[in-house]
């Protein structure tokens, strides 16, 4: 009996089967790879310095071994204890939406995908309470064509420059909840959110602040209206820079908590040659 072969690959994670015979396929016949291209970090690191939420606990690092063992090896290990909703991290839909997906529960699907992104950089460096509007997300598809259905949105404001200096990225370095009324920072307006979410069917929504929603929102409109529709967010996100305005892919994986409302985020895009924007 002739040995049965499993060929997967992460193209086939997205949704398009990959060719595969019982002997290796040649590589000029070898199907091009969703890895093909230039990889970024769209992740901060985690650290002291990192930027939360002003009522949410920081990040810490206790370290527990660093150094050489009696045996004449070296060992380290540490333990680490974040809120769910602090640096890069992704906000699952139950965050502001009761019996909507939970981390662990979001298809891999939604989080891997082809990436559009949304510069309001010039509008947000001279107006920190900036809402990026319809009008915003149309003028984009006037440039670029149509927001195909489907997509991963990203929201870049270019604030990511700002990190890890609160007082410039948030508006205020204060902690505690006196500080969240002094909150000022760009983010997505709810009719932009509508929109994302009913007429282009996104994927996923993503920004470089510290939320979907601006810094002066109280009722956090955005968050409810892409959440209550399972549109998952992911914030503090950086380096949208580097990304073209269309043509990248992003793989968004977060910790996988179980009955988390948000976890700590690696995002990383996929930017092949001919996508990668000119310097």
């Given at each position: ?54 009522t949410a606990d920081a990040f810490r690092l206790d370290v527990l071994a660093a150094g050489m063992t009696a045996q004449g090896y070296y060992y380290a290990a540490n333990n680490f204890a974040t809120s769910e909703h602090g640096g890069t991290h992704l906000d699952a839909p139950m965050h502001?939406?009761?019996?909507r997906w939970t981390v662990e529960q979001i298809p891999l699907d939604r989080l891997v995908g082809d990436a559009v992104v949304v510069d309001v950089s010039a509008a947000s460096a001279t107006q920190p309470d900036y809402q990026v509007s319809v009008a915003d997300l149309t003028a984009w ?139």
């Amino acid at each position: 009996m002739r040995p049965l072969f499993l060929c997967v690959s992460l193209l086939g994670l997205l949704g398009t089967a990959a060719a595969c015979s019982p002997s290796p396929a040649p590589p000029s016949t070898r199907p091009t790879g969703v890895l093909d291209g230039t990889l970024v970090d769209l992740s901060h690191d985690y650290s002291a310095e990192s930027i939360f939420w002003p009522t949410a606990d920081a990040f810490r690092l206790d370290v527990l071994a660093a150094g050489m063992t009696a045996q004449g090896y070296y060992y380290a290990a540490n333990n680490f204890a974040t809120s769910e909703h602090g640096g890069t991290h992704l906000d699952a839909p139950m965050h502001f939406a009761e019996g909507r997906w939970t981390v662990e529960q979001i298809p891999l699907d939604r989080l891997v995908g082809d990436a559009v992104v949304v510069d309001v950089s010039a509008a947000s460096a001279t107006q920190p309470d900036y809402q990026v509007s319809v009008a915003d997300l149309t003028a984009w598809e006037q440039a670029h064509g149509p927001l195909a259905e489907g997509a991963i949105v990203l929201i870049r404001t270019d604030y990511s420059r700002r990190w890890p200096d609160a007082e410039k990225y948030l508006g205020t370095s204060e902690r505690g909840e006196s500080a969240v009324p002094k909150l000022h920072f760009p983010g997505l307006h709810p009719d932009a959110a509508r929109w994302l979410a009913e007429t282009r069917k996104a994927k996923a929504v993503g920004i470089d602040t510290a939320s979907i929603d601006y810094g002066q929102s109280s009722l956090y409109e955005s968050h409810r209206v892409l959440y209550e529709r399972n549109v998952p967010g992911f914030e503090n996100l950086t380096n949208l820079d580097r990304l073209p305005s269309r043509g990248a892919q992003v793989i968004a994986l977060p910790m996988k908590i179980k009955g988390g409302s948000g976890a700590p985020l690696r995002a990383i895009a996929v930017v092949a040659a001919e996508a990668a924007p000119r310097p």
